[in-house]
């Protein structure tokens, strides 16, 4: 496993994955890693960086977007490339808009449906979990970091793998919307932060109260207003959009 080089803390900021991100690029040409080389683990670059592992996971997902990194299922994550080029960037507005939409409408069925399945089988270690991570939100230091994470607290609660496996690997990406949609919201409706603090617990309740259908709702009802916050218009955008509802009769 190859070795990175000491550096400072990275300073609390509204987009840690991001800044992050920027700093194991830069590392990784500062130390000369090669094609192939192996990045150390997840808990050693949260603890070297001074981040929660979640953040290190979000700036990972945004280096294998790049391919400055390709994640080994079992083995690790491993240098791709050295250099930026040939990285792919949006630039165009428009393109990016469009490419919001069609995030924000995959979360909308994607989550809505984890939020149901997360009510039927949650644990209390699953509810203490988001409890923490509503709280979290109140700071606005860790508000984008501890958004993030509950919704990936959502997933791991269904019990499903695949569930936290698919939000990881569009982590990069959800990791940016709701990082957008959170500097947003402080930015331009900062009336509204309590509200979308409100939104998540609403969620939380339903979970909490093991009511599928309600979950699933209040997740759909969040994910909507967010999207209406941002600007972008949703197709079909109501509670009962995307996936079809799971009728799974378990309860936890």
Same mark, same amino acid.
């Given at each position: ?7 400072s ?17 830069e590392?990784i ?7 192939g080389?192996?990045? =150390?683990t997840e ?5 070297? %960086? ?16 790049e391919?400055?990194v390709?994640a ?5 994550v491993?240098?791709?490339r050295?250099?930026?080029?040939n ?9 990016? @808009? ?5 995030? %924000? ?8 449906? +984890? ?5 039927q ?7 203490a ?10 700071? =606005? ?10 919704h990936?607290a ?13 939000v ?24 509204q ?15 909490? +109260?093991?009511?599928?259908?309600? +979950?699933?709702?209040a997740?759909?009802? @969040?994910?909507?207003? +967010? ?11 109501? =509670?009962?959009?995307?996936? =079809?509802?799971?009728?799974a009769?378990?309860?936890?």
């Amino acid at each position: 496993m190859a070795t990175m080089s000491q550096t400072s803390f990275i300073a609390r900021a509204p987009r840690l994955g991001e800044d992050l991100a920027s700093t194991l690029r830069e590392a990784i040409l500062k130390d000369g890693l090669k094609e192939g080389d192996r990045l =150390p683990t997840e808990k050693a670059l949260a603890e070297q %960086y001074g981040v929660s592992r979640t953040v290190v996971r979000e700036a990972i997902a945004r280096l294998q977007t790049e391919g400055v990194v390709a994640a080994r299922q079992g083995s690790g994550v491993f240098v791709n490339r050295r250099n930026g080029h040939n990285v792919f960037r949006i630039h165009d507005n428009r393109v990016r @808009h469009t490419q919001l939409q069609n995030c %924000y409408e995959l979360r909308l069925g994607v989550e809505a449906a +984890a939020a149901e399945l997360a009510a039927q089988r949650r644990t209390s270690d699953d509810i203490a979990a988001l409890e923490a991570l509503i709280v979290r939100m109140a700071d =606005p230091a860790l508000r984008v970091a501890a958004d993030t994470e509950f919704h990936v607290a959502i997933a791991r609660a269904t019990k499903n793998e695949l569930y936290e496996s698919f939000v990881g690997f569009i982590g990069a990406e959800l990791s940016s919307v709701i990082g957008d949609a959170v500097v947003n919201t402080i930015t331009r409706h900062p009336d509204q932060v309590d509200q979308v603090i409100a939104e998540h617990g609403l969620v939380l309740k339903a979970i909490a +109260a093991g009511d599928a259908a309600g +979950a699933r709702e209040a997740m759909a009802g @969040h994910i909507t207003a +967010a999207a209406t916050r941002l600007s972008i218009g949703l197709r079909d955008a109501s =509670p009962s959009a995307g996936a =079809p509802s799971l009728q799974a009769k378990e309860t936890h």
